[in-house]
């Protein structure tokens, strides 16, 4: 038994860089010695603010690494085998898991936050929540499998068919992997709608078939005029605001599939005008929770390690704002509390755990 490093939350505010008891993996797990772990909008209130399960914590969910031992009765992975975490610990008993509607699951667990997870120089998770990827794959990209396949599931709550036009809502880096999703099961048009130039022309380099400025006065007529006045085939809501939640009851086309994928964090009211768009419409109207199927972990986390490996499924560094020695976790998370200065995707880097300088 050795230690190991991890960033450890100790109380609000409070995550110390220090030694704590290495993992070791027990019948049907793994251990993986981390590399990226991505700092998710969910860890931020689990330090800054009062979210977190339980004290002392180890967060981190969103990691790439390799496997360093495996622990009886596993099959499907090997020492040196390089993979993406898949945080969620369903409990396969109840009907939801039955059905496989492992997101439903109203008993799971999970790494990172009802776990120890990895940000640590190490985490221990069960077999079938590390997913292999190949040499092409990046461990940087390993480290984006979980927003790749949140963007994917969304595609999965609905009826989807190539030919068509949809839209996006929000160019974050869910609305990046919705927006490529889209392209590559056949969409006829993938419009990117955002409010920041960068990220339009972000979605543009990425395959985007028009970006829209909604800031713009007139971004309803462009819009428009991108589908002949009809509204969008599918319109895919990303950004969880307000506004957006909106916007999407005003884009969708008649019999239109409209998914809500970001997640709200205000109450919102619709004027009578605004809500009859569903009714005159005949919309269908879904949301979609994180990104799991059957069989477990699903569809959306081979698909992942596939078309990042063929390229079709595309990564751009600026996707990542920057890459955090492990011993600097502290800092990271201070940046939080400047709204504002964190543009992008944090990865903590658990190769350069030990103080330098
Ligand atoms: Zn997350
Ligand atoms: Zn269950």
Redesign the pocket.
């Known amino acids: 038994m050795g230690n190991m490093k991890a960033g450890v939350v100790h109380a609000r505010e409070d995550i110390r860089f220090e030694d704590i008891e290495k993992p070791v993996p027990g019948e049907g797990q793994v251990l993986i010695k981390v590399k990226y772990t ?1 700092i ?4 931020v209130p689990r330090v800054n603010a009062d979210a977190c399960h339980f004290f002392p914590n180890v967060l981190g ?2 990691f790439s690494g390799t496997v360093e031992e495996t622990g009886k009765g596993v099959v499907s992975l090997k020492a040196g085998d390089r993979v993406a975490g898949v ?1 969620l610990i369903p409990c396969m008993i109840c009907e939801d898991c039955q059905k496989g509607n492992y997101s439903l699951c109203k008993h799971y667990s999970f790494i ?1 936050s009802r776990e120890f997870g990895s940000f640590a120089e190490y985490v221990v998770v069960p077999e079938k929540n590390a997913v292999k990827f190949d040499d092409e794959v990046s461990f940087e990209q390993g480290a984006f499998f ?2 790749a396949t ?1 963007a994917l599931h969304g595609l999965k709550r609905v009826p989807y068919e190539g030919g068509k036009t949809v839209a996006i809502l929000g160019g974050g880096t869910i609305g990046m992997f919705v927006m490529q999703w889209a392209k590559i099961f056949g969409a006829a048009e993938a419009v990117v709608f955002d409010i920041e130039p960068s990220r339009l022309e972000l979605g543009q380099r990425l395959g985007a078939t028009a970006g829209i400025n909604t800031l713009e006065k007139d971004f309803m007529a462009q819009a428009m005029e991108l589908t002949e006045g009809r509204g969008f085939d599918y319109v895919f809501e990303t950004a969880g605001n307000t506004i957006t939640m909106k916007m999407a009851f005003e884009l969708a086309a008649n019999k239109a599939n409209v998914c809500f994928v970001g997640t709200p964090t205000k109450d919102l009211s619709f004027s009578v005008k605004e809500w009859e768009n569903m009714n005159r419409k005949e919309f269908t109207l879904t949301g979609s929770w994180m990104s799991y199927s059957a069989p477990f972990p699903g569809q959306e986390w081979k698909a992942v390690a596939h078309y990042f490996k063929t390229g079709a499924l595309k990564f751009d560094e600026s996707f990542i704002y920057k890459k955090v020695p492990l011993a600097k976790i502290a800092d990271a998370f201070e940046w939080y509390k400047t709204p504002g200065t964190v543009k992008g995707k944090i990865l903590i880097d658990s190769e350069q755990s030990y103080e330098t300088a």
């Open positions: 991505g998710c909008g969910s860890d969910h969103e945080p990172g979980e927003p949140v």
